[in-house]
């Protein structure tokens, strides 16, 4: 018989404290790596906002990080570009293998995370490009890739110097935009059929665990289709 949600919450809980979802994670990768699925063609980094199911925080509490009042202390406010509102949860941040679409890193954090803070750690290291939108962008990302021999695929965004691209910039976005759509399919897989559209746990440990197992499901699942 299919075990209750109370013996699963358990075994769950039992695997976060002993912090061996992570390994499980790698020791999956590991295989997915022997089976001659991931490619290393490239890496797409992304990231992608998930409400929490806890209840927001007083108005007076808002702005950032919501407090040790806030039902959940770990969980932030965050303002999506050019969308009314507010979004109030996590983040999970996600290192996708280009060609094989499965996810080879996995990072959760507030949702008022900047999407470049953790983006070193979706880096690989074998891979043979990073694509990336323009929020990921810096000189200083760019040269450390290109001193690795990684091509840095990020896309470029006007500035207060430069407010208008040249058309070769431009071009580059279009190219880049292409490549990295994939990446949206990652996303949308994860919350409408793995069932991450909300966090269901207080803290960020628990959230990281639903995250994690989530990518898990879904790297199996793609396991599944590659070999099918």
């Known amino acids: 018989p299919v075990p209750d949600h109370t013996t699963l ?17 790698i020791e999956l990768d590991r295989q997915l790596d022997q089976a001659g699925l991931i490619l290393r063609r490239g890496t797409m980094l992304d990231a ?11 108005h007076a509490l808002r702005g950032g990080a919501a407090g040790a009042q806030a039902s959940d202390p770990d969980a932030a406010f965050t303002r999506r570009q050019g969308k009314p509102g507010s979004s109030y949860g996590y983040k999970a941040h996600a290192g996708v293998d280009q060609g094989s679409g499965l996810i080879r890193r996995i990072i959760t954090t507030p949702a008022n995370v900047n999407d470049t803070v953790p983006a070193d750690r979706l880096i690989c290291g074998d891979e043979r490009a990073v694509l990336a939108d323009a ?20 896309m470029r965004r006007a500035n207060k110097h430069h407010p208008d691209l040249p058309p070769r910039l431009k071009r580059l976005n279009q190219l880049i935009a292409r490549q990295r759509a994939a990446v949206e399919t990652t996303f949308a897989t994860l919350k409408r059929r793995m069932g991450l559209s909300v966090i269901r746990y207080r803290g960020l440990a628990k959230a990281t665990a639903q995250v994690v197992i989530a990518a898990m499901a879904f790297n199996m699942r793609r396991w599944v289709t590659l070999t099918a």
Do not use: M
């Open 48 to 58: 992608t906002v998930i409400e929490t199911s806890a209840a927001r925080p007083p």
């Open 135 to 154: 929020a990921y962008h810096s000189h200083a990302r760019e040269s450390a890739l290109k001193d690795r021999g990684v091509k840095a695929r990020l």
């Open 9 to 25: 919450c358990r075994f769950r809980n039992l695997l976060i404290e002993a912090g061996l979802l992570e390994k499980l994670f």
